[in-house]
């Protein structure tokens, strides 16, 4: 039996320290103690043992900051690359495994400080502030029925004077200070706290001198050369403005944000969607490929039945069912019936009806002005999709139990009628840009993975293997998470400025919540639940993709079952069975804190797997590491590439659709793209806007992708290594088959009209903006 020994460090200053000891029988060094002396923290990176007696190297992976010995009530302990289920951990190091779960748990109580570690569970009871009145109060997420959402990291924060179930918010200043445990917050590379103080400057001056000048300059856009003036000349700022911005935002982040040295112009970098030309995002084709390879490419749905149906409680919200007739779509397809095109599966829909029309009359009552959408497409014989109608839809204005009130807009191509057709994109574009950012990107990948996060920090060792599975997946996006919390999701940050949900954005963003089903986050049963995919033996994979040309799908496939290939290799080596998964008491110690605290509004599901097979594991964690690093990459770093020109992916409208006989029709008849403009892209939001997406779409030069790891010595069991390494080696090939494909032009969805390739789900990338990459974290 091997005997494993702690060894204690000392450090009065940082340096190099000498371990030396003759008694072979002392067995092997398994952790070590360290007392930092000195009066500030440290970064402690790894610590390497040479010549160990009949042993060699010992590798002790640490990437933790040290702080002085007064901050912490117990020695900072480290342990070796060993990996130990709990019931094989040595008994010498089974104290210290515990002592330190145990340390990362804390005890629940007293605002969290810098120095801390402490991994605990709150709602979201900090994004208001009704300290400063009615207006910026919004609900408590999470904790009710009426409310459910996923846990957040705690802070301590004091109540709010004026109602103590909200927590106090910190001053915008201190944004950067927001606890999060130590070893989360942004550490790195510079970009990383680049990226910070970015979002921070946006919205601490720049949103603010934004508002000033175009409150004091109510121009908006007259045309689309005046938009793209953002890219190629930029925008002029009335020089008081410039000073404020100049004072307050460093020259280097001028130069990054806005490419000037503080001169009076605004200017962009050109997004990749006009790149090619200018406006080939206006056409239907391209319109429709977005849903297949733009950035919220997870909404399109097979249509069974037709017209498409509500599943809203009619006692409630009356009749909901659409007002599409066959007279608005046949003569589109192809020769074919409805009846033929559901049966030959080639009909679909993006339905935005059901989601928006219970809030819908809330948020008209704000300065938006949009609608409820069903937009119904059609697979063509060379793999495209058609748009074949739109129906906007509003809630009847005596009441929600009459049912909609609907507007149907099918494709022209010129007069007034095309006019009305563009217009009718754009507030398709304006709901799905809206849903997107609130619901497939933030709450479907940051918000989700976040109890995953704390619950595997209080409950698996770093010793356990599925901590070191988990880890590197987890990389920042506490710290990302805390700093959206504090100037992006809050009431009256720059989401509810820039997304057409406004006030009702987060409560939105709950409601949808109540939907969300962990195992349908599998990409495999997320495509057969939409009825995109079926199961076919015949096939790669088992999966049949009814639209082929459908690159989300296809790379997101390979990549998916490339992670569950690594995650079975990997579990393999530590799980030999089922029993070997009941067994482990940290394993379902964390899983059952995962579903009653991490998740907890949602622990009666008879949905969430058990934990007892290996099976289950596997599936689990693959479905972790997938929402994590891919499903995140493909949802966040096309932003700026497709909707950094904002007519091709607009966030607000500010009106609905002019009726005839008014001014706003006349204006629609003698300039459409002048009225398409001012609907949809006001020059403060667009900028704002353009903004925000930027900086959220970069990434960070030190970032860490899919199939790497930033610690060498991770582990050291050889089989675990030599699993990742076929791992790293797959992912490699996966990325140079999709450029094969996208060199391939019979497949016309991977660069449509705008000669724009797919590129969201390559795996590598360099850092900056770059529309492809996917980092193995949700780090921006």
């Excluded at 495994?97 to 009871?125: A, F, H, P, S, T």
């Excluded at 070893?183 to 949103?207: C, M, N, P, T, W």
């Excluded at 925008?235 to 020259?251: A, F, M, Y």
């Excluded at 507030?427 to 704390?454: K, M, N, R």
């Amino acid at each position: 039996m091997i005997k494993n020994f702690i060894f204690y460090a000392i450090v009065f200053l940082p340096g190099s320290n000498t371990f030396d000891w003759d008694n072979e029988e002392i067995g092997t060094p398994g952790a070590f103690l360290i007392r930092n002396n000195h009066h500030s923290e440290f970064y402690l990176k790894s610590l390497t043992l040479e010549d160990v007696p009949s042993h060699g190297v010992i590798h002790f992976p640490c990437n933790s900051w040290v702080y002085p010995a007064s901050k912490y009530q117990n020695d900072r302990v480290f342990f070796s690359n060993k990996t130990y289920l709990p019931a094989e951990t040595p008994i010498s190091l089974l104290k210290y495994r515990e002592e330190e779960l145990e340390n990362l748990r804390g005890d629940g109580k007293g605002q969290l400080q810098e120095w801390d570690r402490v991994y605990d569970y709150e709602v979201y009871n900090d994004l208001g502030n009704p300290d400063k009145g009615p207006q910026h109060a919004r609900p408590v997420l999470g904790g009710s029925t009426e409310y459910p959402y996923p846990r957040r990291g705690r802070t301590g924060r004091a109540p709010a004077k004026s109602d103590p179930k909200y927590e106090s918010r910190l001053n915008l200043a201190l944004s950067l200070n927001i606890y999060v445990p130590r070893d989360e917050r942004f550490g790195h590379l510079k970009l990383a706290d680049f990226l910070s103080y970015a979002l921070k400057s946006i919205v601490q001056v720049l949103k603010p001198e934004f508002e000033s000048i175009f409150d004091k300059t109510p121009n908006e856009f007259d045309s689309f050369e005046d938009v793209l003036k953002l890219y190629e000349g930029g925008l002029e700022v009335p020089e008081g403005v410039v000073k404020v911005i100049r004072d307050n935002v460093p020259l280097e982040m001028l130069k990054e944000i806005f490419r000037t040295d503080g001169e009076r112009f605004l200017k962009f970098p050109l997004p990749q969607v006009i790149a090619v030309d200018k406006f080939a995002w206006r056409t239907d084709e391209e319109f429709a490929r977005e849903m297949l390879a733009g950035i919220n490419p997870v909404m399109i749905r097979s249509l069974e039945e037709f017209p498409p149906a509500s599943k809203l409680d009619p006692k409630v919200y009356g009749d909901q069912t659409s007002t599409i007739t066959k007279e608005h779509i046949e003569s589109n397809l192809e020769g074919h019936t409805i009846n033929e095109v559901i049966i030959e599966r080639k009909l679909f829909i993006l339905d935005h009806h059901d989601a928006l029309m219970p809030y819908l009359r809330r948020i008209n009552s704000t300065s938006t002005k949009t609608y409820a959408s069903r937009t119904l497409l059609f697979l063509q014989k060379n793999g495209t999709l058609k748009p074949l109608a739109i129906e906007l839809s509003l809630p009847h204005p005596e009441g929600d139990q009459h049912g909609a009130i609907s507007k149907v807009f099918v494709p022209e191509e010129k007069g007034v009628e095309n006019s009305l057709w563009q217009l009718a994109k754009g507030y398709v574009g304006v709901v799905d840009s809206g849903y997107h950012q609130l619901i497939s990107h933030w709450l479907h990948t940051h918000a989700v993975i976040e109890p995953f996060i704390i619950a595997t920090n209080r409950q698996l060792s770093v010793l356990h293997p599925i901590y070191k599975l988990l880890h590197p997946h987890y990389r920042d996006t506490m710290n990302i998470n805390a700093l959206g919390r504090q100037i992006l999701i809050n009431a009256g940050g720059a989401l509810e400025v820039t997304v057409f949900t406004s006030k009702y954005s987060m409560e939105f963003s709950s409601m949808l919540y109540k939907d969300w089903v962990f195992p349908e986050q599998a990409l495999p049963q997320d495509l057969l639940k939409r009825g995109v995919a079926v199961k076919d033996s015949s096939c790669p994979h088992g999966l049949k993709l009814l639209i082929e040309d459908y690159p989300f799908a296809v790379d997101g496939l390979e990549i998916w079952f490339a992670i569950k290939t690594w995650v079975q290799d990997y579990c393999s080596v530590y799980y030999k069975d089922d029993e070997s998964i009941k067994k482990d008491a940290e394993l379902q110690s964390w899983w059952k804190e995962l579903r009653e605290k991490g998740h907890g509004d949602k622990k009666e599901e008879i949905w969430w797997p058990k934990m007892q097979t290996r099976e289950e594991l596997i599936e689990t964690c693959t479905i972790i590491i997938w929402i994590a690093s891919a499903l995140h990459a493909a949802i966040n770093f096309g932003q700026y590439p497709y909707g950094g020109y904002p007519p091709n992916r607009p966030a607000i409208s500010s009106k609905l659709v002019p009726e005839k006989g008014t001014p706003e029709y006349d204006e629609l008849l003698a300039n459409p793209d002048k009225t398409y403009l001012k609907t949809f892209t006001s020059q403060f939001k667009a900028v704002l806007g353009i903004s925000l997406v930027e900086i959220l779409s970069r990434h960070s030069s030190d970032e860490v992708y899919l199939g790497q790891r930033d610690t060498e010595n991770w582990t050291s069991d050889a089989e675990a290594l030599e699993a990742f390494a076929k791992f790293g080696k797959k992912i490699e090939d996966i990325e140079e088959g999709m450029k094969r494909m996208n060199n391939d032009e019979k497949l016309r969805n991977r660069y449509g009209p705008v000669k724009m390739p797919y590129t969201l789900l390559y795996p590598s990338s360099e850092g900056g903006l770059t529309g492809r990459g996917i980092p193995n974290s949700v780090s921006i």
